[in-house]
Each structure stands twice: as structure tokens, then as C-alpha cells.
């Protein structure tokens, strides 16, 4: 992002502020805050002020900073979810204007309880996982590849005692995921497995999270009866 449009996001920021008529913001009450450190009251104050020089240049180097953590953060995570290269350039980079947009918005409300930048780094990794699980929703076809099966059957709640056992149980789950479970558990599942954060898919699929949390138990559930059925699982498993 360039400065000019890091700058637009501050303005975006600062004007979404004030009311829809156009009149000056109202007063917004500041959380009371313990004595800050110094670096964490310089950010502050260039940040609360909302609009000048010192804001825009606070705005300009904190998204710098938004951009390496998100970047970062990103590449850990981007093959899991199945995207690389400048789309996944592209996502960081939109991730961290994004945080720029909440923090700029929510500075009033920084209690001073961690370090700023402590703080600032929780926005810009929230927004790289929600838009990291959106992303996944959109390529997944509700299938995984032989390393990501490998990972349900412990996120299933199954505790294997051999690797051959694991290599077995594997192959069981993968049959019963694709046989048990109905379409929508399905998409449920491989979607949790694969770490989408709850509340993103709750808006991808118009519902909330106790019904996500109920379809996760009846996909587990008929899981393990396929599996104690199969020989796979002890009843008291």
C-alpha cells in the first residue's frame, strides 16, 4: 500500500467517527488507562489526535509494522489454507490495512494493561486468520489432501496407540467423513479441521456459532459409532 492510500485509510478511520450528517464527531469517553511506557504513550498520542501530520506519519509507520507482522504471520500459515505467491502477498497486505482501520478506531479504548504494539500485533493477527479462513471457504471443495488427513484423528478426539494404528484409523475416518456425514457436517468439519475460525464461518454460513458447535458434535458422533462400528474404537473410547 502505498502512503497515499495508508493516509485514505487514516482519514477513512477518522471521518467514520463522526456522525452521517456530516457534523463534527461526538466526544468519545477514554478508557481509563494505567501509566503507559514510552513508547506505548508516544503511539497514543499521535494516534488519538486524529487527523494532522503527526497522526498521518504514526498511521504511515504503524501499518509498516502491520504489514511485517501480517506478512509473517501469513506465509506461517498460507499453505495450510491453500494459497501462495502474490495472492497471498495481496491478502497480508489487505490484513494489515484493515487492522490499521480498527486500531485508528478503537485507540480510545487502549487500557495501557500490555505494551501498544502488544496490542496493535492481536488486530493484525485476527484479521490475517479471518481473511486466511474466508479464503479457505471459497477453494474448498471439502476434501483434504493425505498430509491433512493425517491430522483428524486427533482433532476428532481419537488417540491412536500405534503409527500403524493411526495409518489405519486415518483411512477409517477418511471413509467415514465421506459417507456419514451429510453434506453440510461435512463442509462443518473439514472447515473446523482446517482451523477456520468459528465466527468466519458462521458468516460464510448465515447461522452462529451454537449451531456450528451442534453440527461439530453430531458430525463427532456419528464419527465414532462409524468408527466403534468399524472395530476402530473402543465403546469406552
Not at 507482522?69 to 500459515?77: T, W
Not at 490499521?100 to 488486530?123: N, V
Not at 495409518?167 to 472447515?191: C, G, I, P, Y
Not at 456459532?209 to 473410547?237: E, P, Q, S, V, W
Request: proline content about 3%; some cysteine.
Amino acid at each position: 500500500m502505498h502512503s497515499t492510500d495508508v493516509r485514505k485509510t487514516c482519514r477513512a478511520a477518522s471521518s467514520g467517527i463522526a456522525g452521517t450528517n456530516g457534523s463534527a464527531p461526538a466526544a468519545r469517553p477514554t478508557t481509563e488507562r494505567r501509566q503507559l511506557d514510552p513508547e506505548s504513550a508516544a503511539w497514543v498520542d499521535a494516534l488519538e489526535n486524529d487527523c494532522g501530520p503527526q497522526y498521518e506519519q504514526a498511521c504511515t509507520r504503524l501499518h509498516e509494522l502491520l504489514v511485517r507482522i501480517a506478512m509473517g504471520e501469513a506465509f506461517r500459515r498460507g499453505s495450510r489454507y491453500r494459497i501462495s505467491g502474490p495472492e497471498l502477498d495481496d491478502l497480508a497486505h489487505q490484513a494489515a490495512a484493515d487492522a490499521l482501520m480498527r486500531i485508528t478506531r478503537k485507540i480510545h479504548e487502549f487500557r495501557g494493561e500490555a505494551r501498544f504494539i502488544t496490542w496493535a500485533y492481536r488486530f493484525v493477527v485476527l484479521e490475517v486468520s479471518s481473511k486466511l479462513g474466508r479464503h479457505f471457504w471459497r477453494v474448498s471443495n471439502a476434501r483434504f489432501d493425505s498430509e491433512e488427513w493425517a491430522q483428524v484423528p486427533d482433532r476428532a478426539g481419537v488417540d491412536p496407540v500405534s503409527y500403524w494404528q493411526a495409518r489405519e484409523l486415518v483411512e477409517a475416518v477418511r471413509d467415514a467423513v465421506a459417507t456419514a456425514l451429510s453434506a453440510h457436517q461435512r463442509k462443518v468439519f473439514v472447515a473446523v479441521v482446517n482451523g477456520v475460525p468459528l465466527d468466519t464461518l458462521a458468516s460464510e454460513l448465515e447461522t452462529n456459532r451454537n449451531a456450528l458447535y451442534k453440527t461439530m458434535f453430531d458430525a463427532r458422533k456419528k464419527l465414532r459409532a462409524r468408527l466403534i462400528a468399524g472395530g476402530h474404537l473402543g465403546t469406552a473410547g
